[in-house]
Nanobody, 118 residues
Framework: QVRLVESGGGLVQAGGSLRLSCLAS?????MGWFRQAPGKEREFVAS???????RYAETVKGRFTISRDDAKTALYLQMDSLKPNDTAVYSC???????????????WGPGTQVTVDS
């Protein structure tokens, strides 16, 4: 079972930036980011395939950038132009599929809190 640990969350003003990191204990074929705001269901944010193909939720497209290192054990999420409704717990996720659909993620980290102050 892969273990995932996120870091990099915090408090930022609207319009600011944060960079989240995730370390995996293995080399998952697919990886992604999800988020959950208080009182809401977990939602997909972004994913990256083994070959580096990226996908984004419409709400973050053009503002967030997902990437992973060459060793494929670290995952990043660069978040720019942050908005108050980006406030959530952000979790790293892994998939046994090389180009996973949203429903094909099978493991999540504990998450890191991102709070965007207006």
């Amino acid at each position: 079972q892969v273990r995932l640990v996120e870091s990099g969350g915090g408090l930022v003003q609207a319009g600011g930036s944060l960079r989240l990191s995730c370390l995996a204990s293995t080399r998952p074929l697919g990886m992604g980011w999800f988020r959950q705001a208080p009182g809401k269901e977990r939602e997909f944010v972004a994913s990256i395939s083994w070959r580096g193909v990226t996908r984004y939720a419409e709400t973050v497209k053009g503002r967030f950038t997902i990437s992973r290192d060459d060793a494929k054990t670290a995952l990043y999420l660069q978040m720019d132009s942050l908005k108050p409704n980006d406030t959530a717990v952000y979790s790293c996720a892994s998939s046994p599929y090389s180009s996973p659909e949203v429903r094909q993620f099978t493991a999540w980290g504990p998450g890191t809190q991102v709070t965007v102050d207006s």
